[in-house]
């Protein structure tokens, strides 16, 4: 399958433990964000996303917190399972041409 | 997979051949895109496409081409590959500017 960059910053969690993943945005005027899972061989898949206009956004188990004064983004996991190891992309929508563009990624390790 | 299909899956071919890689889809959706990823680099944008025949660049554009005739169909061609454009490449698709993308499964592409 496709593999995945391999130089990746890495957070190691124990299982059951929660882990937070970091991104810092670069377009002050980004109006949209999107957090990605990728596995090894597949595609991103959507977590969750949250609007300019929200501070923060829940859902199962996942957690995405946005401060614009920072630009900066994080994913709350909680409870991490085996099954969440992958990287973790956030991507923010430029808006007036739409075009979607991805941080560089963070590989999450949970430890059994 | 929501409706997207890349073809093909791996190809390998020579420095200076042309290739075209296609990204089909079912869902009618305008927004469409191609990234390419590598290690240390994630998900870069080459192209994309906001309707037919309406396209427009990415970050990482020089080498590439696109075209979109019809709606469910975008294709990125290099038109003389070179050893850098070795790559896994993605094709994405939206239906707005506030939904998420969804990502096709991939194209190994090595350049020899």
């Known amino acids: 399958g496709e593999s995945v960059g391999l130089h990746l910053p890495t957070l190691s969690v124990q299982e059951g433990d929660n882990s937070i993943i970091n991104c810092a945005y670069s377009?002050?005027?980004?109006?949209?964000f999107i957090w990605y899972k990728q596995e090894s061989g597949k595609g991103p898949q959507f977590i969750i996303d949250?609007?300019?206009?929200?501070d923060k956004r829940q859902g199962q188990r996942v957690t995405v917190l946005l401060n614009k004064t920072v630009k900066h983004l994080s994913l709350q996991i909680a409870a991490t399972q085996p099954g969440d190891s992958a990287v973790y992309f956030c991507?923010?929508?430029?808006?007036?041409?739409?075009?979607?563009?991805f941080g560089g990624g963070t590989r999450l390790m949970v430890k059994p | 997979d929501a409706g997207i299909t890349q073809s093909p899956r791996h190809k390998v071919t020579e420095t200076g051949t042309p290739v075209t890689l296609r990204c089909h889809q079912t869902?009618?959706?305008?927004?469409m895109y191609w990234y390419r990823q590598d290690p240390g680099h994630g998900l870069r944008l080459i192209h994309y496409?906001?309707?037919?025949?309406?396209?427009d660049k990415g970050e990482v554009s020089d080498g590439y081409s696109v075209s979109r005739s019809k709606t469910e169909d975008f294709l990125l061609t290099l038109e003389s590959a070179t050893s850098s454009q070795t790559s896994v490449y993605f094709c994405?698709?939206?239906?707005?500017?506030?939904?998420?993308?969804?990502f096709g499964q991939g194209t190994r592409l090595t350049v020899v």
């Open positions: 994405a698709l939206r239906g707005g500017s506030k939904g998420e993308a969804f």
């Open positions: 949250i609007r300019s206009n929200m």
């Open positions: 869902e009618n959706h305008r927004y």
């Open positions: 377009n002050s005027a980004s109006d949209y």
């Open positions: 496409s906001y309707g037919v025949k309406d396209t």
């Open positions: 991507a923010e929508n430029l808006g007036a041409g739409n075009m979607l563009t």
